[in-house]
């Protein structure tokens, strides 16, 4: 369990993979429309696409010629599990972690426009 978490921590430590997870919140995407807001490479985005299908928040299914992404929210209950072991935290209720990606898409989004990531 503590190396999934570590995934999944990872995953999450990244502004762009959380950006790309309230992305998805909205609707299943393929990969060319996850990279389009980005300003990075698509071979980039893929290697974020990568950690996150690594650490089971997401998951990705080719259709014919084009790769789909899907969000995979019980990819985050052992985290959530970990978190309320310190009795300070909720069960992650997805409504709420969609107000969390979605603020911190306003806060991090706009500094990661300055720096180009």
Do not use: Y
């Amino acid at each position: 369990m503590t190396r999934d978490l570590d995934f999944v921590f990872q995953a999450l430590a990244d502004p762009t993979r959380r950006r790309i997870l309230a992305m998805l919140l909205e609707d299943d995407m393929a990969v060319t429309d996850v990279a389009e807001p980005f300003d990075v490479s698509l071979a980039a985005i893929s290697k974020h696409l990568g950690i996150l299908t690594r650490a089971g928040l997401i998951s990705q299914e080719r259709r014919g010629r084009i790769t789909w992404c899907k969000l995979e929210p019980k990819g985050l209950f052992d985290a959530s599990v970990w978190m309320q072991g310190f009795g300070q935290f909720e069960p992650v209720n997805l409504d709420a972690f969609e107000r969390f990606l979605l603020s911190q898409l306003g806060d991090d989004g706009d500094e990661a426009d300055a720096t180009g990531d």
